[in-house]
């Protein structure tokens, strides 16, 4: 595989409503497919009482901190500011504060508003801007925090406990989506097995996921799901929060971008799938299609069902009683193959991948990966006549 497609032959889920588009296009040029289910979405509270009543304090009692959370949302309070008719207002009573920002688009976005350049830690975290706040005295100062689609309660209650007034900026909130179809279809397809991977980049959406998996009396077969094959991948550990709560284990980037993230699929995806030294090639099997010597060869469903359950016994003969039961699992039993489908199954699979010698059949016993012993494999595992 070249690397500019290093997750071709991987399917990967996409949670996220904004900035989906991006993501997906990032992944689908490193060759993977995609398929979106949003599991939130933004609502927009520029008309809020809530906001327009925390924005008139900030002008009339200008805060001595600003913490801008996320560049749509402190962006979204300069323009709800504009039009109100108080941009100006709000400008000049702003610029005089410490400016602190999360991340780096945060930081953006407080300088697009014209405002001093602000301050914003290494770990772009929500924790590390409060801790550099509870590092200095906080009694009797004013500290304005733009909210991120939800309450802060344990950042926000650490900085009144200190002294601090805390005027809260509801920007926006994040909801459940009003049509579920996509994320329906995704939990569908992660529970079959049929994602190998699903991306987050909010607690939200993670959440929302999780929640609906238990609606739809799922939740077991879900997290079971995303703690064997479905690889969960977050953007960050804040992302991960609910999936940690159901034991999950994640990748996530160094640095939290979609870009880190995208970099974190293309190191840990190629990385689970394993490469057979096989009648003098390599074969690998990603999740809709196999890899030949480096070659990308689609597969069908019952010819990826065949070969994953080959593949995991490799150098063993596979009956084809078995290799039926195996199609025909999760089938209704009018739709049930019999041993001579399974043959006919088999010679599609050899079609596909192009090297017939790959799949090796074993007279009245079955077929097998003729897999070729190396020096670390286990005896067991080296292929037997």
Known sequence: MTASLEL?????????????????????????????????????LADDTELRRATEECIQAPPDVVVATTGIGFRGWAEAAEGWGVGEDLRSALHGARMLARGPKARGAMRAAGLPDPWSPESESSAGVLEMLLSEPLAGRRVAVQLHGRPLPEFTAALRAAGAHVVELPVYRWSAPTDVTGLENLLDAACAHELDAVTFTSAPAAGNLLALAGERGRLDRLVSALRGPVLAACVGPATAAPLAEHRIAVVMPERYRLGGLVRALCESLPARARVLPVAGRRLQLRGHAAVVDGQLKPLSPSAKTLLRALMEQPGRVIARRDLAGTLNAGQPAQRALDEHAVEQAIARLRASLGAPELVQTVIKRGYRIPLEPTEDQAPCARPRP
Do not use: C, K, N, Q
């Open 8 to 44: 071709a032959g991987f399917t990967v889920g996409v949670t996220s409503a904004r900035r989906a588009d991006e993501l997906g296009t990032l992944l689908e040029r490193r060759g993977a497919r995609v398929l979106h289910g949003p599991a939130l979405r933004i609502v927009p």
